[in-house]
């Protein structure tokens, strides 16, 4: 009974599957990579364990990193361009003004440590990617800094994943309480702007 319920997840969260899913999350902001890396997470975990979880480690990472450096590339497109580019409006259109502000004035004063930090805080990494560009960040200093922000993030939301998967046997019981651990996380920081 085990295999018939791990070896369709096992299909679903392969490799492949984890990466193009991460790296249109990076490009498209509305897909929920953290909950995807965890649920691999889980999968990975109740397999051979060390290997599976690091190349869900790498997989994660390298979508993330390869993501993000293209929607910022497109955005620094848009910045150069006559009339903008639809990437950069969609960056500017998922940045409200207090908080492109905010990450504006962060980045000013701590540089590369509020890149790093804005991948963990969630609805933090596009008004952090969008004070980058109208800072003119080139790519290769913000490549430098989201590197280090895009091995934390997987390595947070595998922890995540790993904490459900040894809280239950079966593996769909560890993606259920992952997923819904990760959707915790990520609502915690509206919650308390909206009671604020």
Partial sequence: MTSTVTDPTRQAL??????????????????????????AAVVAFHRTAPFSLLLVFVTASLAAFLGDAALY????????????????????SRAPEERLAQAQEKLAGHG???????????????PVMLACLLAEWPLRRFSRGNLPACLAWAVTYQVIGILGG??????????VAAIALTVLVSAVPGVVRRVR
Wanted: net charge positive.
């Fill in 14 to 39: 392969g490799c492949p599957s984890l990466f193009l899913l991460v790296l249109i999350g990076a490009l498209v902001p509305a897909v929920p990579t953290g909950a995807l890396v965890s649920a």
């Fill in 73 to 92: 590339w497109l955005g620094r497109r848009g910045l150069r361009s006559k009339n903008g580019s639809r990437w950069l409006k969609a960056i500017r």
């Fill in 112 to 126: 590369v440590a509020v890149l790093v930090l804005s991948r963990l805080v969630p609805a933090g990494r596009i």
């Fill in 166 to 175: 040894s809280l239950f046997s079966e593996p769909w019981e560890g993606v």
